[in-house]
């Protein structure tokens, strides 16, 4: 077999495999074949530029992260094989390219030349690796491996549905067919852009942005082997750079750090000038990337100011967003932003579609991270699926029982993601004379945090003047105090009032926003006598005014009890812009941590009595 | 400029050359061709109301799944069993058999769906939705009597997969070779629950609205089976209230008026049979639960065919509860008193206390009956 055809196959078990991972991240998949947690985010552990980045903000190597060697190592050995042998991103590339590649040896060989705008990668990873040092990380908005997951969870996959059919999994997971994500076409264009770079240039994105290539090239000067020219077969006629996927000039002194060892130039070279050798000499090649002293220092400058930059806007402290709730098990904010990669692997698992990527509700630094938005989804109360495939523990992995401080873990509580709120002035008991209470309804703990009591609200039109009245019927004018709406004198409907459990009427004798005195309850009403369930204490005279009340339940919050799943504001049913009821990070439970950023965050409000 | 005038030849190219027939009819006529085509086409699409293009399609009707069942007048309505032990195979089939066992209520090729309450993501332990077991048994009687298929299907409130998986329902489905219809949006269809508009002032909640109507489509018979449990607006929710679950939309909007759409489910499906499950009855802190203290085991199984009695009797016997309290039973008996077929087999009853009077509500206690 040759070389290539080896190189061939090991691609497209690596892409294959990496769309059978990404596509199977769902929480049935997970809970009926807990097996997968192993694999799920494994093309995420074991990108050595995630381990580096993790290992500077956090000092320390999480989990699965110490897969990363299986990378690492053989390119100590061998050169940059990742980029053309594993990566999935770099094969779709690789793929584009080949689609639309160029007729005629000259324009291969023209496009496979060598530029110098190959170095600006050097500076992309040493400024995010500086950033990186000083407690945010960056490399996640281009890190091949980080960009594809991404980039596929909010755009690629949720493309299934139309006009492709959406794709049904066993187990009832669905792909594709109604995932919503905020700003997904953002992410959506930006890699159909990436991938029709290549046509302009074989690999752009691999031969100009890549970090991670960037960091395998700085490595691949230590490899014991790579392509050596014998200049005295080479006839110069450069055949070797039709096919040349780095761009690094087999052809003359080699480009160690550009060479993706794709095994192209050895395979075209018509006279075998070229070969894969042990320990060649120095001399006949360029050991390092040619990135400049000085723009490597002004790299690092850009790198060691961009935490300040993003942070003076207050985001993550004092000015942090009342819309920013972030997965249960996630980190207190400035440790989440040290480790959240933004690969967007939580909002692929989530089974609601809750979590969204984040725009700049947390500054600049959070673009991409996962927020949640109970208007599309809201966390699921035995759910832990998020910190299960997250690779870098900024979502740490939770049990249900520690998710909801049950067993073990009633000591600690359940961990709250915020508090909710409501808006009096949108809800419908509260300012529209409406019943409703799907919050109470639908509020999944127990006791629940959203309780209601019995008010009385006065009518529109509801005061009235008396006619005649005994203890226990009232008679009132037939146009009491005006007209309704329609201009029509106010006459009643008869059983207009009487009312049911959810909504009764009474009458208080002295009507009024707070009315005081005796309240008795409506049984039933003709054309203009109410006839009541009780006696009245004091019979209004007639000429006197009374008001006609509706009384029904109203919400109320134990804020105590409440653990920000959101569960109301998603059934809200008033849904404008914003829910009646809604969810604020007040009270979350992470914020707790001793160094958090802003303390005040996780200060619950004092319950009510 | 020359001064000679010489004859230009005709020219391949250029101003002056010679056109032939053949050429000009032919480009001649493709552009032409091109013109009437696009006026036509114009023609054809213009709309000069400008509302043709808004037309909804006709909304589809459920059919009646009770019309095919020969349920003699003098059968009863309402079953009723307890069993200390709640060893639910035998309850189910002692719980049938006054009504005439599952073979009267499916046929051998049916295809049967069963509408178990799925609503929350709980621990059939906590009495928020339908005990699996109960499912289980009602599938293998299904199978037993021959169904071609068994179908089970919910809307819930919550993530549809995990609510499945964590009631146990998705379980004994697969177990018991039960296809599970998970809520995809394609599924749901705006059905004519009435001609008519909805018209509040005579508490009508639903005209027309989306239902998931793919699997109700395909059945041949529907099965209810509901948790009795509390609720915090409608005080109970027993088995009309489990058709919710068919509802799509954004059907939240109902609780505004709940009475009125309670008693609507009720016309929304005519059901082949309803069985309560009363084995664990949610007391209060309902529709969810979420604590064992809000579970009182109550043994008990009613299979019936009219959901009005049997709502009646669940809420006074199992919740302990006043039902002529209760709103929508009334406007339910009002309702079904409307409705032609149900007024023709006198269904739709409030009043459980008149079934027992004739005997159309049967009880049986299995605690002492040996295994």
Redesign the interface.
């Known amino acids: 077999m040759r070389i290539t055809t080896a190189r061939i196959i090991s691609q497209s078990v690596f892409a294959a495999l990496f769309l059978a991972f990404i596509t199977l991240t769902s929480?049935?998949m997970l809970?009926d074949y807990p097996a997968l947690r192993f694999w799920l985010s494994k093309f995420l552990e074991i990108d050595p530029l995630v381990a580096v980045s993790t290992a500077m903000t956090t000092h320390t190597l999480y989990k699965g992260l110490l897969w990363s060697l299986v990378v690492l190592l053989p390119t100590l050995f061998l050169g940059r094989f990742f980029c053309n042998w594993v990566c999935p991103f770099g094969t779709l590339h690789h793929l584009t390219g080949w689609l639309f590649h160029r007729r005629g040896l000259q324009a291969k060989i023209d496009a496979n030349q060598y530029r110098r705008s190959a170095v600006l990668k050097y500076y992309i990873l040493v400024g995010m690796l500086v950033a990186a040092l000083f407690g945010t990380l960056q490399i996640g908005l281009l890190d091949p491996l980080v960009f594809v997951h991404r980039a596929f969870t909010v755009n690629v996959l949720p493309l299934l549905g139309r006009p492709v059919p959406a794709l049904?999994l066993p187990?009832?997971?669905?792909l594709g067919?109604?995932r919503l994500h905020q700003f997904g076409w953002i992410l959506g264009f930006a890699f159909f852009v990436l991938l029709t770079l290549n046509l302009v240039r074989p690999r752009w994105f691999c031969r100009v942005l890549c970090p991670l290539g960037a960091l395998l090239g700085v490595l691949s000067r230590f490899s014991l082997w790579r392509i050596e020219r014998d200049p005295r077969r080479c006839v110069n006629c450069n055949v070797c750079v039709q096919g040349c996927e780095g761009a690094c000039e087999p052809d003359a002194r080699l480009r160690r750090s550009e060479c993706f060892v794709c095994f192209n130039c050895i395979e075209d070279c018509p006279h075998g000038a070229l070969r894969f050798a042990f320990l060649p000499s120095r001399a006949s090649e360029v050991t390092g990337p040619d990135a400049g002293r000085r723009g490597v220092v002004l790299a690092a400058l850009s790198g060691l100011f961009f935490c300040s930059w993003t942070r003076a806007a207050g985001k993550t402290t004092r000015d942090f967003s009342s819309r920013v709730i972030r997965p249960p098990g996630a980190v207190e904010e400035l440790e989440f932003l040290e480790r959240c990669l933004k690969c967007d692997q939580c909002l692929r698992v989530c089974?609601?579609n809750v979590l969204q990527p984040a725009l700049f509700e947390t500054g600049l630094e959070g673009l991409w991270t996962p927020v949640m938005n109970f208007r599309i989804?809201?966390c699921?109360?035995?759910?832990t699926a998020c910190g299960y495939v997250c690779p870098t523990g900024a979502i740490q992995h939770l049990t249900v029982d520690e998710k909801l401080g049950l067993g073990p873990a009633a000591e600690q509580g359940p961990v709250r993601l915020g508090t909710a709120h409501f808006d009096l002035g949108r809800c419908?008991p509260w300012s529209k004379n409406?019943?409703?209470?799907?919050c109470?309804?639908?509020?999944?703990?127990?006791?629940?945090a959203i309780y209601?009591e019995y008010q009385q609200f006065l009518l529109r039109d509801g005061r009235k003047s008396v006619t005649a009245a005994t203890a226990n019927s009232v008679t009132l004018a037939e146009t009491a105090t005006g007209v309704d709406s329609t201009g029509a004198p106010c006459r009643f409907?008869a059983h207009q009032f009487r009312g049911?459990?959810?909504a009764s009427y009474h009458v208080r004798t002295t009507p009024g926003p707070a009315g005081t005195g005796q309240s008795v309850r409506i049984a039933d009403n003709n054309v203009d006598t109410l006839a009541l369930a009780a006696a009245l204490e004091e019979v209004p005279p007639p000429g006197t005014e009374v008001g006609i009340y509706i009384e029904y339940?109203v919400p109320k919050m134990d804020t105590s009890r409440c653990i920000g799943c959101g569960?109301c504001e998603h059934?809200?049913?008033v849904?404008g812009d914003r829910r009646a009821v809604y969810v604020t990070p007040e009270g979350e439970t992470r914020s707790e941590h001793e160094g958090a950023a802003d303390r005040n965050r996780s200060v619950r409000l004092r319950k009510s009595l | 400029m020359t001064e000679t005038h010489q004859q230009v030849p005709p020219a391949e190219t250029g101003p002056g050359r010679q056109l032939s027939r053949r050429e000009f009819l032919l480009r001649g006529g493709t552009t032409v061709a091109a013109a009437t085509a696009t006026a036509g086409l114009a023609v054809w699409l213009h709309d000069d109301i400008g509302t043709a293009g808004l037309a909804q399609p006709r909304p589809a009707t459920i059919k009646n799944y009770f019309a095919a069942v020969d349920y003699p007048e003098s059968a009863p309505r309402v079953s009723i069993v307890r069993d200390a032990r709640d060893r639910v195979d035998g309850m189910v089939g002692a719980a049938l058999a006054p009504l005439g066992g599952i073979e009267r209520f499916v046929r051998k090729g049916d295809c049967v769906l069963i509408k178990p309450n799925v609503g929350?993501?709980r621990d059939p332990r906590l009495g928020a939705t339908t005990h699996p077991e109960v499912v289980r048994s009602v599938i293998r009687l299904c199978r037993r009597a021959g169904a071609r298929r068994v179908l089970v299907t919910d809307n819930p409130?919550?993530?549809?997969?995990?609510c499945?998986?964590?009631t146990g329902i998705r379980a004994v489905a697969d177990q018991e070779g039960a296809r599970?219809v998970?809520p995809?949006?394609r599924y749901f269809q705006p059905v004519a629950v009435r001609p008519t508009p909805p018209d509040p002032?005579r508490n009508e909640a639903l005209g027309t609205w989306p239902i998931l109507w793919a699997p109700l489509e395909q059945a041949d018979k529907v099965i209810g089976i509901a948790p009795i449990k509390d609720?915090?607006?409608?005080?109970a929710s027993m088995l009309m209230k489990n058709w919710y679950g068919l509802l799509g939309g954004?059907r939240?909007?109902f609780?505004?008026a709940?009475?009125d759409v309670i008693s609507d489910l009720g016309l929304l499906v005519s059901p082949t049979l309803v069985i309560a499950d009363g084995l664990r009855v949610l007391i209060r802190?309902g529709?969810?639960?979420?604590?064992l203290n809000?579970v009182r085991p109550a043994h008990t199984l009613v299979a019936a065919v009219d959901q009005v009695a049997c709502d009646a009797w669940c809420y006074e016997n199992l919740l302990q509860r006043d039902p002529t309290?209760?709103?929508y039973l009334e406007l339910a008996h009002r309702k079904f008193g409307l409705d032609a077929y149900s007024q023709s087999r006198r269904f739709g009853r409030h009043d459980w206390r008149e079934y027992e009077r004739t005997g159309l509500l049967v009880e049986q206690d299995l605690s002492n009956r040996l295994a």
């Open positions: 929480l049935s809970s049904e187990g009832g997971a669905v067919g109604g089974p609601t989804g809201f699921q109360l035995h759910c419908l409406t019943p409703c209470m799907v109470e309804e639908i509020c999944p703990v127990s006791p629940k209601s409907v049911d459990e959810t339940k569960l059934a809200c049913p849904v | 929350f993501e409130i919550e993530q549809a997969a995990a499945f998986a964590r599970v998970l995809v949006e002032a609720h915090n607006l409608c005080s954004r939240n909007q609780h505004q709940i009475h802190n529709p969810t639960g979420g604590s809000d309290r209760l709103r």
